[in-house]
């Protein structure tokens, strides 16, 4: 399973916006890139998915680098809900049938 | 979307007993995973249950200490046997429906204590 690298943690001001940067310099032509988050004594959440192109979707946006070596999730006015970790995960749809490999996630804070 | 109920929501065992967690989805799904969330650290995928044959585990995972069922497409359970304070964790099932946008769903977990 492809590696992805986060800052451990992040700070933001409710209704700012926030970029969550992860580096995946080993990603394959066939990974996709998703995103979860971990809000507090709950289960992971889909977030959002892409594989070459800029996403949006009601909760966030994922911007992909041209070279597909690192991607940023941005939540474009953070709430004190957004609390919660989010991981970025590497997946191939045909080798990993489905399994999703967990790094360690970045514990993202909001402030009032 | 899927809804998922994992059983029971937590317990404190003693060691050396063994404790069987069910998860349930309110509809039918391809693929059904087991995760382990230790105190402190991120989900490890402990394997995969398969309907009507043997589950896939991991690395570091073997059935005789999580024998796993997948009787049907809707349920699972995972057993966690002989249990030890290490395996003092989270455990959370998750679920995919083959034909969604690759979006997986998981259950609240199941949080396991053991003296």
């Known amino acids: 399973d492809a590696k992805t690298t986060q800052p451990n943690s992040m700070e933001s001001n409710e209704e700012e916006p926030v970029h969550l940067p992860c580096n995946h310099s080993?990603?394959?032509?066939?990974?996709?890139i998703h995103w979860y988050r971990q809000l507090p004594s709950q289960g992971p959440e889909y977030v959002i998915h892409?594989?070459?192109s800029n996403v949006n979707n009601r909760m966030a946006s994922l911007a992909i680098a041209e070279d597909r070596k690192s991607s940023t999730l941005i939540l474009h006015r953070a709430t004190l809900r957004d609390a919660a970790v989010y991981y970025c995960?590497?997946?191939?749809?045909?080798?990993?049938?489905?399994?999703?490999?967990f790094g360690r996630g970045t514990q993202l804070t909001v402030w009032p | 979307s899927a809804v998922i109920s994992q059983k029971p929501s937590r317990d404190i065992c003693q060691r050396g007993t063994s404790l069987t967690i069910q998860c349930q989805v309110d509809?039918?799904?391809?693929?059904m995973f087991w995760y382990r969330q230790q105190p402190g650290q991120s989900l490890t995928l402990i394997a995969t249950?398969?309907?009507?044959?043997?589950?896939?585990?991991e690395s570091g995972f073997v059935i005789d200490k999580f024998p796993i069922s997948r009787p049907n497409l809707t349920f699972s359970t995972l057993t966690v046997s002989n249990m030890s304070p290490e395996d003092s964790s989270i455990y959370l099932c998750?679920?995919?429906?083959?034909?969604?946008?690759?979006?997986?769903?998981f259950g609240p977990g199941t949080r396991l204590t053991v003296l």
């Open positions: 998750s679920v995919e429906h083959r034909l969604s946008s690759d979006t997986q769903y």
């Open positions: 080993t990603i394959s032509g066939t990974d996709y």
């Open positions: 892409g594989l070459t």
């Open positions: 995960i590497l997946r191939d749809r045909g080798s990993t049938l489905g399994r999703l490999y």
């Open positions: 509809s039918q799904v391809t693929m």
């Open positions: 249950a398969n309907q009507g044959s043997e589950a896939t585990y």
